[in-house]
T-cell receptor
């Protein structure tokens, strides 16, 4: 089976509740951020992105918030569903050469 | 068919063997990347390429080499595999520009005994 994420922090939420996944990034010069979702046995999938000149961006059921003052990024998932169960990674890009640096991830478990 | 295809999907090998992981893409993207994933460590960048014959080191390039002979193909080699290279390896592609998503393959699980 998939061994990715054995030691990851885990967020457990009730189906239908809202989820908030947090991420602290490392470099104040980072100018672009992405959230990825990874289901067991699959590659990461893009969820939403945000540039550093914004502090909020909304997608379908998801919202990303960026607080540059404290170098913090969060992903909010509205009305969490069982299909949202996965590992979530934030990633930051520093500079002009587009090299995404990934965080260590958070596992989201949705209780029925 | 997947846009980003990795082969093999699973490989078990012995210490000292040479291993090549292949990645091919049908998205027409210029940029290709190899990442390594270990439990609890997220994804770490090994090498990346912005065009044919263009090669750049990432965070953890030691012990690895890559080849980009064609736009659609980017291969990762372990010249002499060691057990701590046991990991899940992902190839990704991206179109030009400094924003936008990486498109990942399904991963290649490598076990070095």
């Amino acid at each position: 089976g998939e061994s990715v994420g054995l030691h990851l922090p885990t967020l457990s939420v009730q189906e239908g509740d809202n989820s908030i996944i947090n991420c602290a990034y490392s470099n104040s010069a980072s100018d672009y951020f992405i959230w990825y979702k990874q289901e067991s046995g699959k590659g990461p999938q893009f969820i939403i992105d945000i540039r550093s000149n914004m502090d909020k961006r909304q997608g379908q059921r998801v919202t990303v918030l960026l607080n540059k003052t404290v170098k913090h990024l969060s992903l909010q998932i509205a009305a969490t569903q069982p299909g949202d169960s996965a590992v979530y990674f934030c990633a930051e890009n520093i500079g002009s050469s587009y090299k995404l640096i990934f965080g260590s991830g958070t596992r989201l478990l949705v209780r029925p | 068919d997947a846009d980003v295809t990795q082969t093999p999907r699973n490989r078990i090998t012995k210490t000292g063997k040479r291993i090549m992981l292949e990645c091919s893409q049908t998205k027409g993207h210029d940029r290709m990347y190899w990442y390594r994933q270990d439990p609890g460590l997220g994804l770490r960048l090994i090498y990346y390429s912005f065009d044919v014959k263009d090669i750049n080191k990432g965070e953890i390039s030691d012990g690895y080499s890559v080849s980009r002979q064609a736009q659609a193909k980017f291969s990762l080699s372990l010249e002499s595999a060691i057990p701590n290279q046991t990991a899940l390896y992902f190839c990704a592609t991206k179109e030009r520009g400094n924003t936008g998503e990486l498109f990942f393959g399904e991963g290649s699980r490598l076990t070095v005994l």
